[in-house]
């Protein structure tokens, strides 16, 4: 699923941008329509070098930067295109004209509506699609957020494309904070360029799992299981994280994840 770069095929006010790349594509080959360049230093819009794409992603806001990497977690997540746009115009136009919501416009013409992600899932060898939108409880219950959410969700029906509102709750408000640090905790091993071996990892997490305590500062922990193995410590905080971010050591991610604390396993 993804729109021709072929440049006939839309408005010439379109072009210019998709002739640069930006919405159309897949995997290491997409751009998203809207990056952290067009927002300036304004907000928490930033840039994510990604795991299952080899590309820098664009989030525009936390909860999509959150929603980012527990989305790379997936096993069946093969290409994750943010900030994906419908450049359909014609039908977005009708859409609005026939739900009664006001088109975006810019410089006098109308602008594509965009989906926070499109994703891609492959399961037994076939690939399936869904579009996601990432609001906070309170915006997933704005009136006018409401309205250009309806579009989206329309405009994807008639693609037979599940649309989905992303329930936010456990990783919004007071759960934040803390769920975005864990996540970029056990994503470390990633930006250490750590070349993952799973043999190794679960050798390590059955060592782990002999001396882990509830009341055992992490710390404490691999420095032992480190010892025992005779790996580096260095190694031993890759494997850890690895082993955080693949689930094999199934962490609580509403729990602060720290060094220096007992580590909260989920039951």
């Not at 820098?56 to 943010?82: A, C, G, K």
């Not at 994906?84 to 026939?98: A, F, S, Y």
């Not at 408000?173 to 970029?184: P, Y």
Request: glycine share 6%; charged share 30%.
């Amino acid at each position: 699923m993804k729109w021709t770069s072929e440049l006939s095929k839309y408005p010439p006010y379109l072009q210019k941008k998709i002739k640069k790349g930006r919405g159309v594509g897949s995997f290491d080959g997409y751009q998203p329509w809207i990056t952290k360049s067009d927002f300036g230093s304004a907000g928490s819009a930033t840039t994510v070098q990604g795991i299952v794409v080899p590309r820098v992603h664009h989030v525009l806001s936390d909860l999509e930067h959150i929603y980012l990497m527990l989305l790379e977690r997936r096993p069946n997540v093969i290409d994750i295109r943010e900030q994906w746009p419908i450049l359909h115009i014609d039908k977005t136009l009708e859409l609005c004209e026939r739900f009664g919501v006001t088109h975006g416009y810019a410089s006098g013409a109308p602008v594509p509506f965009t989906i926070d992600f499109l994703v891609t899932f492959e399961m037994d060898g076939k690939k399936y699609y869904e579009a996601k939108s990432v609001k906070t409880p309170e915006d997933a219950q704005n009136s006018k957020v409401r309205s250009r959410l309806q579009i989206e969700y329309q405009w994807c029906r008639l693609k037979n494309c599940p649309w989905v509102l992303v329930k936010t709750d456990g990783f919004s408000g007071r759960n934040k904070k803390v769920v975005f640090e864990n996540l970029n905790f056990m994503r470390e091993w990633f930006k250490n360029r750590y070349e993952p071996d799973l043999d190794e990892t679960l050798e390590f997490l059955r060592f782990f799992r002999t001396l882990y305590s509830p009341v055992r500062r992490l710390d404490e922990l691999m420095e032992r299981t480190a010892s025992g193995l005779r790996v580096t410590d260095g190694n031993a905080d890759n494997l850890i994280r690895f082993a955080m971010w693949k689930d094999l050591l199934k962490v609580s991610l509403t729990e602060k994840i720290d060094l220096t604390r007992p580590l909260i396993l989920r039951s």
